[in-house]
């Protein structure tokens, strides 16, 4: 029941028409270096995240643009920001609040999208069959070393697309001490 | 079997010679608020930590002065600092990294003692024998909530002087969703 972890840093999902709002007319994301799950992709370009309390410089976009735009922070970047981001699953952003983005060639102010992202584990059906479990199915995760935690309310995301791997945030996988690639145990 | 916890936020204590070397010859620390375990407390002095890679500003002293200097910071400070802070209980500084420290009045390069607090449970000798463990025991904690998790490997710390409190860094605390003075449960 191993699996590797993934700290995700902050990092922003773009809409087409964001894109172009903050790196010019008919700009498209450039490849950085790809995922882990197939066709992720992190790019070159950066923005500024400037809230009411605070700003956060250079955070990384990542690719390929998407139908909404999104912005995945830490709680730490939330109070940095003077931004209360929910704890939120990818895409469930209904309610949550906004920031302004600021780009080379311009800025939008996004009206809502900032959450902190939930920990999930990506799997494909196969690893699923595997572990047992099924998609949306809540889990718990075990990490070793000095700093050992149990993550519970993990969330299973299968689907024939994924790779395996848990994501958590940096203040998740730093409060667990553990690196990029570590094995970590799935519960159920 | 309940508890509150608290989150820490980085901090330095200093020796009374440091102090002067920071802050002026003579200076004594001054009140800001009392914090929960008897006769520590916030002080109005603050300093900067100036690392290989990076600053951080603003980092508040905790006093009174003690024999030696050390700087509890968290993993990702370390990180903005170009630091390697090992996870380490207070007091336990042997071959830690070093880091300047910068005050209004001068400065110190240490040599040792920055470290990650290790997380722990302060308790009366009366709290350890109501839950049943003794000073050094290494117990669990879960807390409660959306990114609910148990911390493993938790050092009591029981002591006639200490009020019942655990103590973790704000990416724990983050990790788990908790604010100060929330209840989390020792688990034997």
């Given at each position: 029941m191993k699996l590797p972890i993934a700290l995700s840093n902050r990092h922003v999902h773009l809409s087409q028409a964001d894109i172009e709002a903050l790196f010019g007319a008919g700009h498209e994301l450039t490849h950085f270096k790809p995922l882990s799950q197939p066709g992720q992709f992190a790019c070159d370009e950066k923005i500024d995240l400037v809230g009411p309390k605070g700003t956060i410089k250079g955070v990384r976009v990542l690719g390929p643009a998407r139908p909404s735009t999104q912005v995945e922070i830490s709680l730490a970047d939330g109070f940095a920001l003077g931004v209360k981001a929910p704890v939120r699953q990818?895409?469930?952003?209904?309610g949550s609040p906004g920031v302004k983005l600021v780009g080379p060639a311009g800025e939008v102010e996004l009206a809502e999208g900032v959450i902190v992202a939930s920990r999930h584990i990506h799997m494909s059906l196969e690893d699923a069959a595997n572990f047992g479990v099924e998609d949306k199915q809540i889990v718990s995760v075990r990490t070793f070393g000095p700093r050992a935690v149990v993550f519970e309310n993990v969330l299973v995301r299968a689907n024939e697309a994924f790779a395996l791997e848990m994501h958590v945030d940096v203040e998740e996988g730093n409060a667990a001490g553990v690196k990029n690639g570590e094995e970590v145990e799935l519960i159920k």
């Open positions: 990818s895409g469930d952003v209904a």
